[in-house]
T-cell receptor, first 114, second 116 residues
Framework: DGGITQSPKYLFRKEGQNVTLSCEQNLNHDAMYWYRQDPGQGLRLIYYSQIVNDFQKGDIAEGYSVSREKKESFPLTVTSAQKNPTAFYLC?????????????FGPGTRLTVL | AQSVTQPDIHITVSEGASLELRCNYSYGATPYLFWYVQSPGQGLQLLLKYFSGDTLVQGIKGFEAEFKRSQSSFNLRKPSVHWSDAAEYFCAVGVRSGGGADGLTFGKGTHLIIQP
């Protein structure tokens, strides 16, 4: 079955540590996205990538970094510079980075900073 | 910049009753419009989308939505809700950003509670 996988489902981090969230898709989509979801805030775009080896900042990129070395993979690193990293993180992909393309979402990773 | 407003944070509906979830957008042209649903602790699933043409759009799970340009609205409806419809619902608009790539702007969501 085609889809998007995110791992791990739950992640705990101590303050001051970097942590990397995995996102893999086998839909052969060009575009991939990372969103952050906080209660009552909806989804906010962190980073997106239209093509391999290219990515752009979204609305809340500070304290995060990404890479896109393979079409299938778009890992997100939450760095120690992110002041409030506890949140639910969602990865998505679409055939193209075009606004009429449906975005398909992974199941999410819940990050808790201890 | 575009924005999406979902005026109702929570809505409670009795099982079998009809449902309408409101969505208003702000954008200078006709956007692309989407409704997504999220079950607790899960990702988002697309219910339906509007690009052009017929302003009444049918989606999955018996949902429909109507685009009203004059009201900048894209309200989601269902004639008879089931307990399994309890979830978080997000309205989103797709526009062409100044950066050259397109993205979605999401509303803050409406939490639907179903009473037995």
């Amino acid at each position: 079955d085609g889809g998007i996988t995110q791992s791990p489902k739950y992640l705990f981090r101590k303050e001051g540590q970097n942590v990397t969230l995995s996102c893999e898709q086998n839909l052969n989509h060009d575009a991939m996205y990372w969103y952050r979801q906080d209660p009552g805030q909806g989804l906010r775009l962190i980073y997106y990538s239209q093509i391999v080896n290219d990515f752009q900042k979204g609305d809340i990129a500070e304290g995060y970094s990404v890479s896109r070395e393979k079409k299938e993979s778009f890992p997100l690193t939450v760095t120690s510079a992110q002041k409030n990293p506890t949140a639910f993180y969602l990865c998505a992909s679409s055939q193209r980075a075009l606004s009429y393309n449906e975005q398909f979402f992974g199941p999410g990773t819940r990050l808790t900073v201890l | 910049a575009q924005s999406v407003t979902q005026p109702d944070i929570h809505i409670t509906v009795s099982e079998g009753a009809s449902l309408e979830l409101r969505c208003n957008y702000s954008y200078g042209a006709t956007p692309y419009l989407f409704w997504y649903v999220q079950s607790p602790g899960q990702g988002l699933q697309l219910l339906l989308k509007y690009f052009s043409g017929d302003t009444l759009v049918q989606g999955i799970k018996g949902f429909e939505a109507e685009f009203k340009r004059s009201q900048s609205s894209f309200n989601l409806r269902k004639p008879s809700v089931h307990w399994s419809d309890a979830a978080e619902y997000f309205c989103a608009v797709g526009v062409r950003s100044g950066g050259g790539a397109d993205g979605l702007t999401f509303g803050k969501g409406t939490h639907l509670i179903i009473q037995p």
